[in-house]
């Protein structure tokens, strides 16, 4: 199974990265506008548009206060399986790092997947860095 792990640095207070964050529904405008063009909630799930057209149905496993962590696994889709996590950390005082796990099969999407996490990766630090999420 492939995994891809990316350590974010975020120049923003932690509790307002993972207000951003948890806001599962939202991911369009608090962490990746632009690349994430839509989310729709419904019952425990979102469908989840991207800009290039390619939609997503994610399961929303958890949404976990206490360790500031989401997680959710893609149903449908290239992939044979899909889960990912996010997790804010305090870092520096009034800074915060993200960890974002993504694991899946086939490892042959390594390619695909990791590149939008690169991409993901930047704009969720530019969009939490701000203020705007």
Known sequence: ???????????????????AVRDVGAAHHRLFPGLVADVQMDEGARTVTFANGLVLRELIVTVDDANRRIV???????????NASIQV????PGGARVSWITDFLPDALAPTIGGLVEQGSA???????????
């Open 1 to 19: 199974m492939a995994t891809i792990h990316k350590e974010i640095p975020v120049n923003a207070d932690p509790q307002a990265v993972w207000a």
């Open 89 to 92: 950390f305090d870092e520096t």
């Open 72 to 82: 959710y696994a893609s149903v449908g889709g290239n992939a044979a399986h899909h």
């Open 123 to 133: 704009l969720m630090k530019r969009t939490l860095e701000s203020g705007k999420a």
